[in-house]
């Protein structure tokens, strides 16, 4: 543990020396955006350019900067390489919620907990799938807890059924007695926040399917209100910041017996919030593969603010798709935290936790490979960057970027020495764009391998967009 806080702070004052002398790469804060596309038929809509959407802030329309087509087919590996999308596409996972806090009524209770007894098995793959009970108490229980090895455990889900009927038996279904309205929209937002940063430890898209029967609220004491709840409620706030950094997404699930229009209101505003959208009666099998396949058909959209636009308050969104027939599902609204740090400090941060995480980061899609050179020399690192994710701008006829690159040695207890940092610039004719979209960037530098080296992590950021990749390659011994 101390050797890789020593690594750590090694990178973080490494980079703060190389963007030191790096070239600024913009300004203002960056908005994501996590955007679904469809058409009249609910089929996803994979062509669609920056220029076919228009995204207003605050009644103010926005320049976008980047647009990514997250279904769109990554690098395919080539003999000896590594890759961060094995699988081709950005990963996703998905974390169930059953909460019993907030579905309340006996009958539905009942109902929740025999039907998803039966569904829960029926899914075809438990496989980055995971479960958690929210009990009567307020008290988080993992079923099938994020962690470890669960992602790849495609079974889990086969004895589920027993599983649940065994916790539920030995739970109990009335709320304690003095239980405040305010502690129970406390204890349900801890548990949606606390699932949220468990699933921001695993790559790609992530979804919490909240199955409730009703978003709790309490209103500010002494603050008049002319608009929804979620401008004028306590705790919202830092619910709406928690789970936007963690990128999660929340949709709200119901299967009451008792169906209202403060539900369904309730409900898409809680959507509204994360880019979500709301189910009701459907069975959780299909309700997971369609978060899938709507994570599959998604954009990243990034646009640029200025500093002063971060004021401490809901910003309310609107995205748009000038082509007829495209239906979008994007998030309404966010929560416009002040952020002083200057973009070195934010891009540096985002490198140090893309190495603090035990996964390799896919959001800028990479393959790299590692060649030993002859006895005595250093090993030949060559790099392919996939060109879809990074924020070439257009200047003159040529696309110019700048990445930033670490290298780090990983051994058996952990990383050994000081990473290496080197900025490379992106200059390249339209011809040369049109190549690397197919081919990738290719990036190639000589590495030296220390002893007892088991694995080389590669770390690429972005400046231009502050999206960063991660590949881990594995060292052949000799």
Known sequence: ?????????????????????????????????????????????????????????QGAAQRILFLHNNGAAGLAAQAGESSNRPSGAVPHATAILFDLLNVKNMIDINSVWHNLAKWVPQMESGESVYFYLLTVEGTLTPLHAIGGGAGDDKTWHQDFGKLLDKTMKGSRTVRPAGMSDEEVVKKTYVALETVGNQLATLPGRRDILWITNGVPNIWKPDTPCNGEWIECALYVPHLSFTLDKARVQVNPVSYTSSPNAYLNRDADLMSALTGARPYYAEEITKIVAHVASDSASSYTLVYETQPEKLDNKFHKLKVTCERKGVKLQAKQYYYALPDSRPLAARQQAALVAAFQSPFDTPDLGLNASLVAGPAGQPAHLQLRANASDLLLKEQGGSFEDQL??????????????TPSMANFNIH???????????????????????AGVQKVRVLVLDQGSSTVGSVTIPVKAN
């Open 404 to 417: 930033t690159i670490v290298v780090a040695d990983l051994g058996a207890a952990g990383p050994i020495g």
């Open 428 to 450: 390249m004719t339209r011809e040369q764009r049109d190549a690397a979209l197919k081919n990738g960037v290719p990036v190639a530098q000589d590495h030296p391998l220390p």
């Open 1 to 57: 543990m101390a050797r890789k806080l020593i690594t750590v702070l090694a990178l973080a004052a490494c980079a703060a020396c190389t963007w030191a002398q790096a070239p600024a790469a913009g300004g203002g804060p960056l908005v994501q955006l996590n955007v679904v596309a469809v058409d009249g038929d609910g089929k996803p809509v994979a062509d669609l350019t920056a220029d076919d959407f228009k995204v207003v802030d």
